[in-house]
């Protein structure tokens, strides 16, 4: 069983940054940054393996927000710079045990309680 709590969400403006945090009880293979906005479908954003430098991003973020990792405290992290109005939703970590394709939330095992990030125009 791997345990995930979020941290960081808040109400920012248009322009500003945000940082989450994801604390992992023990790390896996890799994780996983997902969001769900109001009426939609919950999405792809970013993963990163816990070795190694690969990161992968949704197009729709690519250029504004960077996953990184800190091994020694078993945390990822989402830089998210340039938030747009389109950016607000729950945002979600997850865990996963082996590759394949990152944005297939079924693949993944364990899922954190979310956080809030709501990005006023």
């Known amino acids: 069983q791997v345990q995930l709590v979020e941290s960081g969400g808040g109400l920012v403006q248009a322009g500003d940054s945000l940082r989450l945090s994801c604390a992992a009880s023990?790390?896996?293979?890799?994780m996983g940054w997902f969001r769900q906005a109001p009426g939609k479908e919950r999405e792809f954003v970013a993963a990163i393996r816990w070795s190694g430098e690969d990161t992968y991003y949704a197009d729709s973020v690519k250029g504004r927000f960077t996953t990184s990792r800190d091994n020694a405290k078993n945390t990822v992290y989402l830089q998210m710079n340039s938030l747009k109005f389109e950016d607000t939703a729950v945002y979600y970590c997850?865990?996963?045990?082996?590759?394949?394709?990152?944005?297939?939330?079924?693949?993944?095992?364990?899922w954190g309680q979310g956080t809030q990030v709501t990005v006023s125009s």
């Open positions: 023990k790390p896996t293979y890799a």
């Open positions: 997850a865990a996963r045990y082996y590759s394949g394709t990152w944005s297939s939330e079924r693949q993944y095992k364990y």
